[in-house]
């Protein structure tokens, strides 16, 4: 009975992420790099959110020859933009007299969201305003959201 050696591929991480990006070579041409981020854990750097992770990946020169490989652990920071609420206001139909004059106003329905992200300045104000009356203080939303992505990490890991 004889057994045969199968070589297999690794099973790729299902939260490696592909990174690719260009520069320019010693011969004036653009080179390019391709690879892969994987996270490992997620941190509170310095108030903001940042991956850590492990960064792979092979530069090519402008003519196709490989100039080498890189693994290296990284650290990035995340930048997260999304919305935030900050009023809803929903009033019943409302009838009025003004001194002779009928006004009906049927439902009105108020909504006022901030977007944050670059450039959005009073939205990123806004956000932050209202984060702050969610906030218990020291870092605390941050840091509990750090342990929930880290959670989550492992058992997809």
Do not use: W, Y
Request: with cysteine.
């Amino acid at each position: 009975m004889t057994q045969q050696a199968s070589a297999v591929a690794p099973a790729a991480s299902a939260l490696a992420t592909p990174v690719t990006g260009s520069f320019t070579d010693a011969l004036g041409g653009t080179g390019t790099f391709a690879g892969t981020f994987t996270p490992t854990r997620f941190v509170n750097q310095n108030g903001q959110l940042a991956a850590v992770g492990t960064l792979t990946g092979t530069l090519t020169n402008s003519v196709g020859t490989t100039l080498g490989t890189v693994t290296q652990q990284v650290t990035t920071p995340l930048q997260a933009s999304g919305t935030c609420d900050i009023l809803h206001l929903n009033l019943g139909p409302l009838d009025l007299d003004l001194l002779g004059l009928q006004v009906h106003l049927d439902e009105v329905v108020l909504d006022i969201t901030a977007q944050q992200g670059p450039g959005n300045l009073l939205g990123n104000l806004l956000c932050a305003v209202a984060g702050l009356l969610d906030n218990t203080g020291g870092g605390g939303a941050l840091n509990g959201v750090v342990a929930l992505l880290n959670r989550i990490l492992s058992l997809l890991g």
